[in-house]
């Protein structure tokens, strides 16, 4: 079976989620028998093209490929909101675009509500993203490097998100979480893959100019494991996911998450991970020890569910499905 994975990975979008999910996923069927995988080929006679991205350079691919054409729904209408300008017009074209291929797989229950709703008659398949726990494991050495790079002091807490730099992603609740916990550092890996068309483009970049000594945005970094093994505890107060990867990688690296409450982190992480609603609930949880003990405890071990490696081969069946 021969497979054609496509996603727009230009420039800075190679550090967003659906590019990683593509990257992984891509170097794990590489190695599996009876299977010719490639990477962005065009007109190439493979048997599936597996799109993660529906951009225009992903839309001449999908023209001039003969192929079943199979979507992963890494975004959807929900989570543009507050996270790139003129949403409500993109939104607007999402069930066109997703009637152009041949089968979708999302990537949560939230997420396939979602779609299903949206396009009714498209036939979907839940297939949850993965994580790579060989590459994705804490290394002292590696987190010591990136605390001295910084200048942070081996005994000072270091709180890490790992996102875009949008309102959608917790932004804004990130920075005042740091005025709150001044005996913290506070590390942002993330920019803006949008550019100036992300969502309050302009007032982020003002107040990063005005915040406090204790917060760090080091921008993009190509190992990212090195925040990782650094942090103390990972933070993602995002308002909406599909999925929410990097709580995953997070729990790999052995790290306690806190995260805001929402339906699409309760349906994936489960016990696995503590929840805030407000920013008093949020400082007790930082500060509670014990509650982060256990949940680190347990973190490693959980992310063997979504084991890469797995969920390879729940796209393997899917390919066969569609050729039979």
Known sequence: MKVNFYVEDMLFFRYIGCSTVAKTLYNTLRGLPGLEVTWKKYGNSADIVHYHTFG?????????????KILTAHSTPRINMENI????AVNKR??????????????????HEEVTAMVPDMPVTLIPNG????????DEENGAAFREDYGIPEERKVVLTVAQQTPRKGLYDFLALSRLCLDKTFVWIGGFPYGALSKDYHKIKMLKLRCGENVLFPGYIDDIVRPYSAADIFFM????????LVILEALSCGLPVIARDIPEFREIYGDSILYFSDKREVTALIEDEK?????????????????IRDVAAQHVRLYEELLE
Do not use: M, Q, W
């Open 56 to 68: 225009p350079f992903a839309g001449l691919n999908r023209r001039l490929s003969r192929g079943k």
């Open 85 to 88: 300008a003129l949403a409500r």
């Open 94 to 111: 999402y069930p066109h675009i997703y009637r152009r291929f041949d089968h979708i797989i999302t990537i949560s229950r939230p997420c």
């Open 131 to 138: 994580v790579d726990r060989e590459f994705f494991h804490k």
């Open 237 to 244: 107060p995002s308002y909406a996911e599909t999925f929410g």
């Open 291 to 307: 509650a982060l003990e256990r949940c680190a405890g347990g973190a490693r071990e959980f992310s063997a569910k979504f084991d």
